[in-house]
């Protein structure tokens, strides 16, 4: 199974530009598919985006065009980039394996988290 492990500033400033990445080893990222995802404090899962096997990506609306993903075979790296944050921005931040099991979408292999905080 693929083992996820994420990095990124800690801190940000309001109005920049959040960049995370996500390393896997034990699965090359071009066999499957894989999300950013993000939690705030007391609510629930937000699923940001994704990028599949072949390097297309897919953004939730509700970022209103803010977020990028790309990916880097050569060092099995996935990233986001997530323009003008603000404190709504805060959550901790996942990524993981997606894949679809009976017609549902699902997640495993999840990163750590890292907590972002956007701040001046």
Known sequence: ??????????????????SLTCTGSGDSITTTD??????????GLERMGAVNK???????ASLGGRLSITRATSRNQFSLQ??????????????A????????????SWGQGPQVTVSS
Not at 34 to 43: C, L, T, V
Not at 97 to 108: K, L, M, Q, V
């Open 54 to 60: 072949v390097g297309i990506p897919f953004y939730s």
């Open 34 to 43: 894989w999300s950013w995802i993000r939690q705030a404090p007391g609510k």
């Open 82 to 95: 997530l323009t003008s944050v603000t404190h709504l921005d805060t959550p901790v931040y996942y990524c």
């Open 97 to 108: 394996r997606w894949y679809i099991e009976s017609g549902t979408a699902r997640h495993d």
């Open 1 to 18: 199974q693929a083992q996820l492990q994420e990095s990124g500033p800690g801190v940000v400033k309001p109005s920049q530009t959040l």
